[in-house]
């Protein structure tokens, strides 16, 4: 079946450093990719997404890269700040890119 | 302005009881989903409405009912509610069923069964 994992449960950094947040899927059809934020007591906020016909794409402050060789997805945070602290879920479209399958998040805590 | 609301937050209740949980959209989107959360924040999809059609459902003990009567509403129905129950559920919602296609969620409704 597909998976999606990632490396880390929790990663702590210190405010200003910048973050990389890794996850592993299993499906090579596996065709769009989506990182999303989730605060306390509040839904996934989506971040950015990346298409399987790209290997890196940038946003504010964050940038998605993508190998598909090895079916690694990370997301890098510049400049992390104390609102950043989240845990952070990396998803991929399955068969049916509506159809999204959740990694198990990773908890990332700002040091001040 | 709220994009994906869920009513309500918090639902506390016994076990063997049935509940309901409401979610609306004014994105003007056009598919919408339910996902449950359990305490390890593992997110699983549920069912996906396209068009007020079930498109997605997923093993789910049919305790669980989905009703879409529009667009921009689908409810989820729980009869006979079990302990293992017990998690947050989040509603969200999608231009369409096609790629490039980002959900986007409410603020889930934390359901507690004693």
């Known amino acids: 079946g597909e998976s999606v994992g990632l490396h880390l449960p929790t990663l702590s950094v210190q405010e200003g450093d910048n973050s990389i947040i890794n996850c592993a899927y299993s499906n090579s059809a596996s065709d769009y990719f989506i990182w999303y934020k989730q605060e306390s007591g509040k839904g996934p906020q989506f971040i950015i997404d990346?298409?399987?016909?790209?290997d890196k794409r940038q946003g504010q402050r964050v940038t998605v890269l993508l190998n598909k060789t090895v079916k690694h997805l990370s997301l890098q945070i510049a400049a992390t700040q104390p609102g950043d602290s989240a845990v952070y879920f990396c998803?991929?479209?399955?068969?049916?890119?509506?159809?999204?399958?959740f990694g198990s998040g990773t908890r990332l805590l700002v040091r001040p | 302005d709220t994009a994906v609301s869920q009513t309500p937050k918090y639902l506390v209740t016994q076990m063997g009881n049935d509940k309901s949980i409401k979610c609306e959209q004014n994105?003007?989107?056009?598919?919408m989903y339910w996902y449950k959360q359990d305490s390890k924040k593992f997110l699983k999809i549920m069912f996906s409405?396209?068009?007020?059609?079930?498109?997605i459902n997923e093993t789910v003990p049919n305790r669980f009912s989905p009703k879409s009567p529009d667009k921009a509403h689908l409810n989820l129905h729980i009869n006979s509610l079990e302990l293992g129950d017990s998690a947050v559920y989040f509603c969200a919602s999608s231009r369409g069923t096609g790629p490039n296609q980002p959900q986007h969620f409410g603020d889930g409704t934390r359901l507690s069964i004693l």
């Open positions: 409405y396209n068009n007020k059609e079930l498109i």
């Open positions: 990346i298409r399987s016909n790209m």
């Open positions: 994105l003007g989107h056009d598919t």
């Open positions: 998803a991929t479209g399955g068969d049916s890119s509506y159809k999204l399958i």
